[in-house]
């Protein structure tokens, strides 16, 4: 029996295995290099994501900063990472019209057209009564012989509109779509469109708008590019009609309503600007009771007595409509396929409107032209109508008794006025005119130098001392103070699109810091990554 040895653990076992086995060798040099590379890789991305993270944490408080800065003013708008806070919101683009419709429309015109010429009004044409400002509102008696109409001439001119009435070419079906906006511009009423299009959106109008100009030659392509980013689109009324057989800017507006692409319209002057959103007039109880709706001007009905009998309202002369409100059409909300035949009757009138509606209907009064074509097809079309019944809030230059502007009341509420459009029928607002140094003609209502040029023009001394244009004591009566955000809207302009320059960003600028105490900052962040040297507005 062989002796027992000392008992065994577990370290005293031997493994018979290589050494380089259990102990690695030394890395070689291109191992060691190859982990210089690694931990060079995993420190730059590192020092990546700081960046990122670093970057995220400013621009978040960049943005808490504009959030700050911007979110108490009732004016202001959303802030943009990538520029100043706007309120010009895009509701997408307008949807041109197809090639089938634009055809049908043409057509349209075409028969319209032919029954037009065929049906004259007799005589083929009317005088324009003038009227001495002095001797105030003509009484019922001058109307009846301020136009020297016989009985057999209002004879005539009811059988040729009976006639219009019975051939007007039925609704076209699949044409038309949707609401929109609508304006006419061209010329220096461009400039004034583009203010009252940016309150537009400033207000918060989500609806799409077409601008319509004459032809081409009124179409500035740069601005209807500018204007297509927030919803709006160009169209030119030369692309429907030969414009010889209506030359004149009063007559369209009844043709663009006609050839708009929507069902539903607000139409709106070029001059008439929103103060409040309007989109809601289309959701109003007499909208929809109606699907049109009109809004009054100061004085009251000043048509021939043998108007209401021309028309086939009456038996004969008629003094019915001399008790109404006539209206003025700065706006207008119409639903085309509830109001075709009213809206065809319209262009009728506003086909002979110069040469005989327009005399037949004011009898040369204030306010001669295509306001009031509107109610009298309708009236002869005995198609259901709302006529606003607020009273107009009259806007006066401020230190002065020279109204300017119309203050024009909601639909929505029939009890209560709640201001809507401020129809700047008198001085009317763009940059150019208010605000240009050493420019040339513009048209303008005072003369070939703009307001600030002109110490005849009745806001000369506001422009130059800083001062507002707008009274505020009947603005404050209606609980609006709609200054501030239009001047907001002559910056954008004046700054920031095709109808500023240098010098009228600096004057509009100028006044609104002294006026009303605006500031402007430069957006350094977004100057530093190459957008340029964008100035913020800051409201007061």
């Not at 500035?220 to 414009?243: F, P």
């Not at 309007?278 to 909208?287: L, T």
């Not at 119409?334 to 086909?351: E, Q």
């Not at 109808?499 to 004057?507: I, K, R, T």
């Amino acid at each position: 029996m062989q002796p027992r040895g000392p008992k065994s653990s577990v370290h005293d076992i031997k493994i018979d295995m290589p050494v380089d086995t259990i102990l690695p060798a030394p890395p070689s040099p291109f191992h060691r290099s190859s982990l210089r590379k690694l931990r060079r890789r995993i420190r730059s991305t590192n020092r990546r994501h700081l960046a990122i993270i670093s970057l995220f944490v400013f621009i978040s408080l960049v943005c808490f900063h504009s959030v700050r800065r911007y979110g108490a003013s009732s004016s202001s708008a959303p802030t943009s990472l990538f520029g100043c806070p706007s309120n010009r919101t895009n509701p997408g683009p307008v949807p041109t019209i197809p090639s089938k419709a634009h055809h049908r429309l043409t057509e349209t015109w075409s028969a319209l057209h032919k029954l037009f010429a065929g049906h004259p009004p007799h005589p083929s044409t009317l005088p324009q009564p003038k009227h001495e400002s002095d001797l105030g509102f003509p009484t019922k008696e001058q109307l009846k012989h301020l136009l020297n109409i016989s009985d057999s001439e209002a004879h005539l001119t009811r059988i040729e509109h009976t006639a219009v009435l019975r051939h007007i070419v039925p609704y076209p079906e699949d044409v038309f779509q949707g609401r929109g906006i609508v304006t006419l511009a061209g010329g220096r009423y461009s400039e004034f469109a583009a203010i009252a299009l940016g309150m537009l959106r400033e207000v918060g109008s989500r609806l799409p708008v077409e601008v319509w100009v004459k032809d081409r030659s009124e179409e500035n392509k740069n601005w209807c590019d500018e204007i297509e980013k927030e919803g709006m689109i160009c169209r030119r009324l030369s692309d429907y009609i030969d414009l010889s057989a209506v030359p004149l800017p009063y007559q369209w507006k009844a043709f663009v309503m006609l050839f708009s692409s929507f069902e539903e319209i607000l139409f709106l002057d070029a001059d008439s600007i929103p103060i409040k959103n309007p989109d809601a007039v289309f959701e109003s109880k007499v909208y929809h009771d109606t699907g049109a709706v009109l809004w009054p001007d100061y004085w009251k009905h000043t048509g021939s007595p043998w108007l209401p009998y021309a028309i086939g309202i009456s038996d004969g002369a008629s003094e019915m409509l001399q008790d109404e409100r006539s209206v003025e059409s700065g706006q207008i909300v119409w639903n085309k396929h509830r109001h075709w035949k009213s809206l065809c009757l319209a262009t009728y009138y506003n086909y002979y409107g110069p040469k005989y509606y327009y005399s037949f209907i004011s009898q040369g009064w204030a306010g001669w032209g295509d306001k009031d074509t509107f109610p009298m097809a309708l009236k002869a079309c005995k198609e259901p109508y709302h006529q606003i019944t607020h009273d107009i809030t009259t806007v006066f230059v401020s230190g002065t008794l020279l109204g300017i502007g119309m203050v024009q009341s909601s639909p929505a509420n029939l009890t209560h006025p709640e201001p809507l459009f401020l129809h700047s029928n008198i001085v009317k607002w763009s940059v150019g005119e208010f605000l240009c140094v050493g420019c040339p003609s513009r048209g303008t209502a005072v003369g070939s130098i703009s307001a600030l040029e002109n110490p005849q023009s009745p806001i000369n001394s506001h422009l130059k001392e800083g001062k507002r244009i707008f009274s505020t004591n009947q603005l404050a009566e209606v609980g609006i103070d709609p200054e501030p955000l239009l001047w907001r809207c002559m910056e954008n302009t004046a700054c920031r699109s095709v109808w500023g320059n240098p010098q009228l960003c600096a004057q509009t600028r100028s006044h609104m810091k002294k006026t009303f105490g605006f500031q402007f900052r430069s957006s350094r962040f977004m100057s530093l990554i190459g957008y340029g040297d964008r100035v913020c507005v800051v409201d007061p």
